[in-house]
């Protein structure tokens, strides 16, 4: 019983030990711990976890392993050996050991992080698009903003070759998007590959506006867009050195405001828009749908200005012969007035 209680102190004391960065007299006393079989699975670990600290990364592997084989409570060795693995390039045994820890933690983020890192840097790039992908739902914006930010990792660690490793999976994700070709030509700048830099920046010159006109299509359901995909629309405006894209950027941007509930800067992003190009529908009937939320059915000036908007995209559509359009802004004009007449 005295045996045990000596040991208990003795393992509080490591704590201690680390903390004042006493690092060879903690080794000493976690290896007394270890031969007297004290409560293997918390000795074994934080021994190996020192062991990582003092970069006896051999050893601190052996503790993780002897955990994991012969203790009940090994998860917590599982995750430590998964960050080690990585550590040390060993990606299959990242995914193993990245599955064993998800079995525990299914939806754990940072664990499919290790696993989908693993396939990439193991010259897996299908195998990676596939498995992130599906993390994300499927939702292309999220996935390919989660791996631009393991790029900037990488990148800021210098690690330039597993940067261009990760770019590659948007490649399968999202061909031609000019954000990744711009971070693959900073990383070729990075590395003193002018050549290469200037060849992968001048081919946005080409790519951006093909690009930005497949993916940004007015139609029934643009008012659909999630704010992920606004902003990242947006974002490509650092491409458009001439403001060819000035109308649908100001659309965008007063999108984005209105589903922030910044309904002032919404307003003026449409009105900007309109300035811009005074023939296109699209801006006047968000500018009346945003007059209509600010009148609150019970502000007759801006409920005056929302019909007045209504108005002049109905008669661009009708001049346009887009009759299907024009009876939508007949609808909403009388849901407008029907509106204000029952209050």
Do not use: W
């Not at 998800?102 to 195998?127: C, G, H, I, W």
């Not at 393991?150 to 800021?156: D, W």
């Amino acid at each position: 019983m005295l045996e045990k209680i000596k040991n208990y102190f003795i393992f509080k004391l490591v704590d201690k030990y680390i903390k004042e960065e006493n690092y060879d007299t903690a080794l000493e006393k976690l290896n007394f711990l270890v031969l007297d079989g004290y409560k293997p699975a918390e000795t074994y670990l934080k021994r190996g976890k020192l062991c990582c600290k003092l970069l006896m990364y051999d050893d601190a592997y052996n503790d993780f392993t002897y955990i994991i084989t012969h203790c009940v409570d090994k998860i917590n060795a599982y995750i430590e050996r998964l960050k080690l693995n990585y550590e040390l390039g060993n990606y299959y045994e990242v995914i193993s050991d990245a599955n064993a820890v998800l079995n525990t933690y299914p939806d754990s983020l940072e664990y499919k992080r290790y696993k989908f890192l693993a396939f990439v840097f193991m010259e897996q790039p299908e195998l990676a698009e596939s498995y992130i992908y599906n993390i994300f739902e499927q939702n292309k914006y999220k996935t390919i903003q989660f791996i631009l930010k393991e790029t900037a990792l990488c990148a800021s660690k210098d690690e330039y070759a597993k940067a261009l490793k990760l770019l590659k999976v948007i490649d399968l994700i999202d061909p031609d998007n000019p954000i990744k070709i711009y971070n693959e030509a900073n990383i070729y700048g990075l590395t003193g590959n002018q050549e290469k830099y200037s060849e992968l920046i001048k081919s946005i010159d080409s790519i951006f506006p093909k690009y930005f006109i497949s993916h940004f299509r007015f139609t029934d359901i643009y008012q659909e867009r999630d704010l992920l995909e606004t902003c990242f629309l947006l974002e490509l405006q650092i491409f458009d050195k001439q403001n060819c894209f000035g109308y649908p950027l100001s659309i965008l941007r007063g999108y984005k405001c209105y589903m922030e509930g910044k309904i002032t800067e919404s307003k003026e992003a449409f009105e900007n828009a309109i300035k811009i190009n005074p023939d296109k529908p699209e801006a006047y009937v968000l500018l009346g749908e945003t007059y209509q939320l600010m009148s609150g059915y019970d502000n007759p000036a801006y409920k005056d200005l929302a019909e007045e908007n209504y108005t002049k995209a109905m008669q661009i559509y009708q001049k346009e012969n887009l009759t299907a359009k024009t009876e939508d802004m007949k609808r909403q004009i009388k849901h407008l007035n029907s509106n204000l007449s029952f209050r």
